[in-house]
């Protein structure tokens, strides 16, 4: 899939699309299982049995950044656009919300002491580990949920993922998901470079009736 360099101000940093680096498999809905669903969203769909219906959004995309070029950052964006009406579907849930790798970081405080003329320097080092998100879902609750990407010291942007959503329908209601993906690689000459994925229509746009 291609992706084409966005503009700035001063002008295109590189008017060349970039190739084999981001793809983006064809995307779906289903009618969501309730058996398997969430306890909350089995109580809510329970509760509103005949107003409302759910169903699964299912997105694959596949990060193959080039050797040197690192992918520093990606956002994937679903968009709900209906019919005017009394009551706007939403996105009730996400997945995955959250994905983090465990760091170890050092962290070392200099201590200087004076003993007449002579100061020695010491140092005391300590270890902890601390969480490094490289994975964020916003958006829950609204219709427009975006999950973001940043690279971490400890996660290269890099391999395959599968995001999920539960979308909440009014019985009736007739859309379309919206789909988009930004990406950003440090390239070797010209430093970060933002991109637009440039998605086919048929995969851009979702219908869901």
Do not use: C
């Not at 010491?122 to 219709?143: C, V």
């Not at 395959?160 to 993906?181: C, F, R, W």
Request: proline content about 8%.
């Amino acid at each position: 899939m291609d992706l084409i360099p966005r503009p700035v101000l001063h002008g295109a940093q590189d008017d060349q699309p970039e190739r084999g680096v981001f793809y983006f498999g064809r995307p779906f809905t289903s009618p969501l299982d309730l058996e398997t669903a969430p306890d909350q969203i089995r109580a809510y769909a329970t509760e509103k049995q005949g107003e409302v219906e759910f169903r699964r959004l299912v997105v694959n995309l596949s990060l193959s950044p080039k050797p040197g070029e690192p992918i520093r950052h990606v956002t994937v964006n679903a968009v709900i656009d209906t019919v005017a009406g009394s009551r706007e579907p939403l996105f009730r849930d996400a997945s995955p919300v959250r994905l983090a790798k465990a760091v170890t970081r050092n962290s070392k405080v200099s201590v200087k002491t004076d003993f007449g003329a002579v100061k020695p320097e010491a140092e005391r080092g300590s270890q902890y580990e601390k969480e490094d998100p490289f994975l964020l879902a916003r958006g829950i609750g609204t219709g427009n949920l975006q999950w973001e990407f940043r690279e971490t010291p400890g996660q290269a942007l890099d391999g395959s993922h599968e995001l999920q959503a539960t979308l909440e329908l009014p019985v009736g209601v007739t859309g379309s998901i919206l789909l988009s993906a930004a990406v950003n690689i440090r390239r070797k000459r010209l430093g970060i470079i933002g991109y637009n994925a440039q998605l086919p229509q048929d995969i851009a746009v979702l219908p869901f009736r």
